[in-house]
């Protein structure tokens, strides 16, 4: 199957700094990308759609100004959590369908001190 | 509203028998099924899907899945559980008219297989 990596695999920052976290399609060019977060032995839920070349479009209770997404190429978005908060505490996973099949990335995982 | 629905938090299964993950959907037009497997802290690994065709699905690691229109399933199942099958399970549905690709995941299962 295709290939989606995410880095950092892990990242424990202090609160009310930012993090950014990086997914790329390392086989494929992907002009979406999406965006999850899964708290623990939980579904997973859907943040945002990562557009190449657009604004990203946010699910509702989303805040975009919170979570600022990125797609400057068709390998590449990026989602930063600004001003992070312990509550922003999480799982993050990205994906992305090169046809009808989304392949995700191996997850994040951001613990906000 | 467009929901998939796995009734079950917990599949227990020794070693050897056969497994059933269960899945419904309920979606407006016909949908495309995934099913995708979650270690622990790790992303989700694609199992198989179901697009068009025959009902049956086979997959990943001997998986396969049922499409059952009628009764709007799509349950996992394998014929011979394994220890290192344990692991989070999720059913998912994207709706064909869809350009965005977006999911509907299951709340996710756990399979424990013992020895």
């Known amino acids: 199957g295709a290939v989606v990596s995410q880095h950092p695999s892990r990242v424990i920052c202090k609160s009310g700094t930012s993090v950014k976290i990086e997914c790329r399609s390392l086989?494929?060019?992907?002009?979406?990308m999406f965006w999850y977060r899964q708290f623990p032995k939980k579904s997973l839920m859907l943040m945002a759609t990562?557009?190449?070349?657009?604004?990203?479009?946010?699910e509702q209770g989303v805040e975009k100004d919170k979570f600022l997404i990125n797609h400057a190429s068709l390998t590449l978005s990026t989602l930063t959590v600004t001003s992070a908060h312990p509550e922003d505490s999480s799982f993050y996973i990205c994906s992305a369908p090169p046809v009808d099949t989304q392949y995700f990335g191996p997850g994040t995982r951001l613990t906000v001190l | 509203a467009q929901s998939v629905a796995q009734p079950e938090d917990q599949v227990n299964v020794a070693e050897g028998n056969p497994l059933t993950v269960k899945c419904t959907y309920s979606v407006s037009g016909n949908p495309y099924l995934f099913w995708y497997v979650q270690y622990p802290n790790r992303g989700l690994q694609f199992l198989l899907k179901y697009i068009t065709g025959d009902n049956l699905v086979k997959g990943s690691y001997g998986f396969e899945a049922e499409f059952n229109k009628s009764q709007t399933s799509f349950h996992l199942k394998k014929p011979s559980a394994l220890v290192s099958d344990s692991a989070l399970y999720f059913c998912a549905v994207r709706i064909r008219s869809s350009n965005t690709g977006k999911l509907i995941f299951g709340q996710g299962t756990t399979l424990q297989v013992k020895p």
């Open positions: 086989d494929f060019q992907a002009t979406t």
């Open positions: 990562s557009n190449e070349g657009s604004k990203a479009t946010y």
